[in-house]
């Protein structure tokens, strides 16, 4: 981005004296500010940021916003005084993608999200400017500042949209207007804000809302609460393991590499990604419908998806020092992808000694004791240890102390038990799949069995 401030004062409908001045980004964290930022200050419950304005300008801010109900806003700095920052940032990012001859693919999925950018982000970067969601910007604030960091000759900006609550896919997506939409799943994330499944499904279903005339919506075709949804919309697209969908996958083979399929329906192929998991080969049915939408072809797709770049602890794979390997998917964990990810360990040939550490699912609501109960019957003979960490994975031992007869532990809230146990009982003969919910952090469990660089 590249504005004069009259520019972005005529986006925000303010008046001011100011001209000349050249913002070249946008940023509402002093910490990460670049030169030629226009500094975005927030009320928060702890933090005002308007204390730091004068800060962010001496730090390089080439202006800033002021909001107007904030007192004694300085006349000596180049500010722009408006009635919501907050507001004020979103008009910012409507008003500048209205601007850019930009594609927009907008991501969302109770599960997947962060793979599924990525997929689409490599199988697209090799031939066209490419630029995607860092990190977890994919909220009201995030969003906006993503659009607002887009470099004008982009060519693909894929925008990954979260939510908790109704409304909040609507309003992400009538603000960026993707030219193509992704539903990776439906799972049981925010449950106890939406109350149930059909509310989740409803809840992803809003990134239609912003979708252009001439655009798709790519969705999993498994999930039967996406298809009162889709009946009548004819731009949707299905994908998954049912023959039924328009893009199916069969014959996955996981190898010491990644992950070999096969693909019929729209496109008839094999390919190869450097990643393990079905739920991994399946968000990479979207990243394939629209790489062929882009007019890549079979050879092009097969090509970059090869080399595919995914964010860390996303089934990942780690060496570890005694030549054992864990598998991290310690970012996030769900009933859905937990089931997913342990149907995996049970049936993966890459090493005989299965083992699995599990860590606490947040954010299921009411339901949360029963989720945790339900993952023992993804638990069998073939897993020849368990370990557990977090108040809620006592419900799980509990369950599992009646039925499994490999070794199991479990922790409330100490790591070095688990640490220590795996280290008596792991060999180079191990593979060791770690999963939990982000909060649980468990990719320490990890670290002292990585050989250092």
């Given at each position: 981005m590249k504005k004069k401030i009259e520019q972005v004062?005529?986006?925000?409908?303010?008046?001011?004296?100011?001209?000349?001045?050249?913002?070249?980004?946008?940023?509402?964290?002093?910490?990460?500010l670049k030169k030629g930022d226009l500094f975005v200050p927030f009320r928060g419950e702890k933090v005002n940021g308007h204390q730091y304005v004068r800060h962010a300008i001496e730090a390089g801010a080439s202006a800033a916003l002021w909001q107007r109900d904030e007192p004694s806003p300085p006349d000596d700095l180049p500010i722009l005084i408006v009635d919501d920052c907050q507001k004020a940032l979103q008009e910012m990012a409507r008003a500048y993608r209205d601007e850019l001859p930009v594609t927009v693919i907008g991501i969302t999925g109770s599960n997947g999200k962060t793979s599924t950018k990525d997929l689409v982000a490599s199988v697209l970067k090799p031939y066209f400017k490419v630029q995607k969601t860092q990190g977890n910007f994919n909220n009201e604030l995030g969003l906006p500042l993503t659009i607002l960091s887009l470099e004008e000759d982009t060519k693909f900006a894929v925008l990954e949209m979260g939510m908790s609550g109704y409304g909040q896919i609507e309003f992400l997506s009538e603000l960026a207007r993707p030219d193509y939409a992704v539903i990776t799943n439906i799972g049981e994330a925010h449950m106890q804000d939406l109350g149930s499944r059909e509310g989740i499904a409803q809840a992803k279903f809003e990134i239609t809302a912003g979708l252009e005339t001439h655009g798709k919506l790519f969705y999993d075709g498994d999930e039967p609460l996406l298809k009162p949804f889709v009946e009548n919309f004819p731009q949707a697209v299905s994908f998954g393991f049912d023959d039924n969908n328009e893009l199916t996958v069969t014959d996955i083979r996981a190898t010491e590499n990644g992950s070999t399929f096969m693909v019929s329906g729209i496109i008839d192929a094999t390919f190869t990604i450097p990643v393990l998991g079905d739920h991994q080969v399946k968000n990479t049915l979207s990243a394939i419908l629209i790489a062929l939408e882009a007019g890549l072809t079979e050879e092009d797709i097969r090509k970059s998806l090869k080399d595919a770049a995914l964010t860390d602890m996303r089934m990942q794979m780690v060496p570890a020092k005694d030549g054992a390997t864990f598998i991290n998917d310690a970012y996030n964990a769900a009933p859905s992808s937990m089931k997913a990810a342990l149907n995996f360990i049970r049936e993966t040939t890459m090493k005989d000694d299965k083992w699995v550490v599990l860590g606490d699912m947040l954010e299921l609501g009411d339901q949360e004791q029963e989720y945790h109960e339900a993952i023992a019957k993804s638990i069998n003979s073939e897993i020849n240890g368990v370990c557990l960490y977090g108040p809620r994975m006592e419900w799980l031992y509990t369950k599992l102390q009646d039925t499994f007869e490999g070794k199991l532990i479990w922790n409330k809230d100490d790591y070095q038990p688990i640490i220590d146990f795996l280290d008596k009982s792991i060999s180079a003969k191990s593979v060791i799949l770690v999963k939990g919910s982000r909060g649980m952090a468990l990719e320490n469990i990890i670290e002292p069995f990585i050989e250092p660089d």
């Open positions: 004062a005529k986006w925000l409908d303010v008046k001011t004296n100011l001209k000349g001045i050249e913002i070249t980004g946008v940023s509402i964290n002093t910490r990460t």
